[in-house]
Nanobody, 124 residues
Framework: QVQLVESGGGLVQAGGSLRLTCAAS????????MGWFRQAPGKGRELVAR????????YYTDSVKGRFTISRDNAKNTVDLQMNSLKPEDTDVYYC?????????????????WGQGSQVTVSS
C-alpha cells in the first residue's frame, strides 16, 4: 500500500511557475509507477505526466511538453511536478497518482493510489 499527500498548489500569474510535491508513505513506493493527473469541473481526470519506478522513463501530454517536468526521489519517497510558463488553461485540480508492481498508468481507471488533490489557478 502507498499513501500519497500532495503540497505546493496555489495561485500564480500566467507565465509563472509552481512546483507540486507528492510525498509517499509505504515500502512499495520504489516499485510504483507515478504520475500526475488534472481534472477540470465536470470533466474526467487527464494524465499530465508520468514517470516509471526508476525515474528513467517519462511521458508528457502534448499540451505541457517543454513546460512541465516530472521527477522522483526514491530515497525520499517523493515525486515532483515542476510547472513553468503556466497558462490560464492549466488551471485545474492536480492529483498525484500511483500504480504498483512496476506498472505505469495511462488512464485514471488504471490508478491504484490517489493523492487528495491540489488546486492550481493561473490568472491571465
Amino acid at each position: 500500500q502507498v499513501q500519497l499527500v500532495e503540497s505546493g498548489g496555489g495561485l500564480v500569474q500566467a507565465g509563472g511557475s509552481l512546483r507540486l510535491t507528492c510525498a509517499a508513505s509505504g515500502r512499495a513506493f520504489s516499485s510504483t509507477g507515478m504520475g500526475w493527473f488534472r481534472q477540470a469541473p465536470g470533466k474526467g481526470r487527464e494524465l499530465v505526466a508520468r514517470i516509471n519506478w526508476s525515474g528513467t522513463t517519462t511521458y508528457y501530454t502534448d499540451s505541457v511538453k517543454g513546460r512541465f517536468t516530472i521527477s522522483r526521489d526514491n530515497a525520499k519517497n517523493t515525486v515532483d511536478l515542476q510547472m513553468n510558463s503556466l497558462k490560464p488553461e492549466d488551471t485545474d485540480v492536480y492529483y498525484c497518482a500511483g500504480r504498483g508492481r512496476y506498472m505505469l498508468m495511462s488512464t485514471a481507471s488504471e490508478v491504484e493510489y490517489w493523492g487528495q488533490g491540489s488546486q492550481v489557478t493561473v490568472s491571465s
